[in-house]
């Protein structure tokens, strides 16, 4: 029989358009070379403008699914996207308190790309206190930097990092997406400071699910063993390629192309 691919259990919400959530890590994860196991976290009516409503899933279903998996898959890195509520924000940090020697990345998905929010203040809150010591990689772009940092939220990045770095991230890397300059400026900090910048030329069109994509590539990386300043950087480039290749199936956001790869071969 062949080997099992790394393992990469996802925390996330269900997005029936595939373009973020649980849906775009499977596929992200995929490409890259990973197994996704999935645990859900809640469940979203969405389409490619917004996100319309959200039921966060009973924490003791969460807590189930990820025990029942992990009592039978081996994991080589957790992903964590949207928790819904505070209660599934304390049943992770639980199951990530068993495995302390697994690398998790963190996207802190606070609303969606129209602005939707799907964190309130508690969630930012719990976040704080029980995530972010048990994260590996923080992966906020910089409105969520901000929003993370709370009171002591500056204009200036490189502090917030330091703030959330002082909360227990043991590295950030924020995106500058939503930054007024020409090219896209990614800064990976650690408690030494920065580690990485890369810029990357900005391209037309606003995406659906593209924090999504590092997020999952970043953790599809670490799991292949590679480490954190390197995996950062190909798990960047892999990001960008399918924000080049993206569609536009409906009538709003664009989404990652992150089969690019697997089309262009098959042409």
Known sequence: MAQSPPIVVVFAASDPTAG?????????????????????????????????????????WVTHQARALLADLPVAAFKLGVLACVANVAAVAQILAEHQQTPVVFDPVLASGRGDALSDDAVLAAMRDALLPRTTVLT???????????????????????????MGARNVLITGTHEPTREVVNTLYAAS?????????????????????????????????????????????????????????GSGQWIPDRLYALRRAVR
């Open 20 to 60: 973020a959530g649980l849906q775009a890590d499977l596929l992200a994860l995929a490409a890259l070379g990973c197994h996704a196991a999935t645990v859900l976290t809640a469940v979203t009516v969405q389409d490619t403008h917004g996100v319309l409503r959200m039921q966060a899933v009973d924490p003791d």
């Open 193 to 249: 400071g920065v580690v990485r910048e890369d810029r990357w030329p900005r391209l037309a069109g606003s995406y659906h699910g593209s924090g999504c994509t590092l997020a999952s590539a970043i953790a599809a990386q670490l799991a292949l063993g590679l480490e954190v300043p390197a995996a950062v950087q190909a798990a960047q480039d892999y990001a960008w390629r399918t924000l080049e290749a993206a569609f536009r199936p």
């Open 140 to 166: 906020p772009n910089s409105l969520e930097a901000r929003q993370l940092a709370g009171d002591a939220a500056t204009a200036d990045l490189a502090q917030c990092a330091r703030h959330l770095i002082g």
